[in-house]
């Protein structure tokens, strides 16, 4: 989603009230029910979101620069910066070892590469189709990446052959190198 | 309650991710003077000598020279990238080749065309004009049947045309381009000529 993302897909910056902060923030809890105890400390009151309009109807929210969440159609999504600060309260699979470098590379994540000894899936029911999913490797502590699910992970794991989540945002990224200041 | 991360300062990942950033060596440097603890972590206690060294080299490690270190290694990047262009390049040219045509325009007249010379960056146009004065015939650039530029020389003057443009090839470091000679009515020449003369075209009978 952002392997060619550039300060010149900026199409506008405005201040976002603190009205539609509140909004932003409850949303973001009514999407990461776990996000309500720490919500006030990711986002503190005093914070100002500012709204980036891009490209491609793609927008950006940040905090002092940085990206925290973004969005497309309807649905907040995290940056990964953001999940690092409380990672416990998003849906999140794993992948093997082998799969990380294809990963941070920007590829589509194959079945494969979840369904091996290191790669790891919720049991059923799981997550369903087109929902946004955290993605964590084998022996490391820290997300790598976000995607989107082009199956169920049911599917995936009765499939497991051809591409199973589609690459939203990794390390190191344009998205993960954005900074306004 | 939440997590603060730590990000390298040399390939912005979380460390545990550095070894598949292309930069470890220098990651490792940052993390063993930035976060002992993390260090000891990923790597073990152990220093490893490598580190050791690289980190005295880099005294202090103030970001100016990391940054001139990270500028050195995209210039000598820059350079390879360079070369391999260069490289392929040359190749490209070696491969190609140019042809030299001789046709006759009436039973005793010729012209001779020169094809293939484009990707050698010579100025056609400024050869021309030297072949002109040189053979002082008439002599221009013009497209051929495949749209590409071609040097027409009214006269039969194939062997001389032959030995310039080796030569131009030679001075250009060239000297192994294929020359390839169309004759497509060979001259009738005296018999001694004929031996000598290493054309490849059809060896007129006698
Ligand atoms: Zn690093």
Redesign the pocket.
Known sequence: MFKKFSKEDIHSRSKVKSSIQRTLKSKLVSQYPQLEEVIDELIPKKSQIELIKCEDKIQLYTVDGEVYFFQKFDELIPSLKFVHKFPQAYPTIQVDRGAIKFVLSGANIMCPGLTSVGGKLPDAPGFEKDSFVIINAENKENALAIGKLMMSTEEIKSINKGHGVEMIHHLGDPLWDFNLD | MLQEVVY??????P?E??EF?G??K??KV??SENDTELYAKLYGNEIDEEVANAANKLGSSSIGEAREEKLEKDLLRLQAKQENREQRELAKKLSSKVVIKREARTKRKFIVAISGLEVFEIDMKKLAKTFASKFATGCSVSKNAEKKDEIVIQGDVLEEVEKYIHSLLEEKGLKNVKLEIIDSQKKKKKPTDEANSNNNNNNNNK
């Open positions: 390298c300062g040399i390939c912005s990942y460390p991710y550095c950033s930069k470890l220098r990651c940052w993390l």
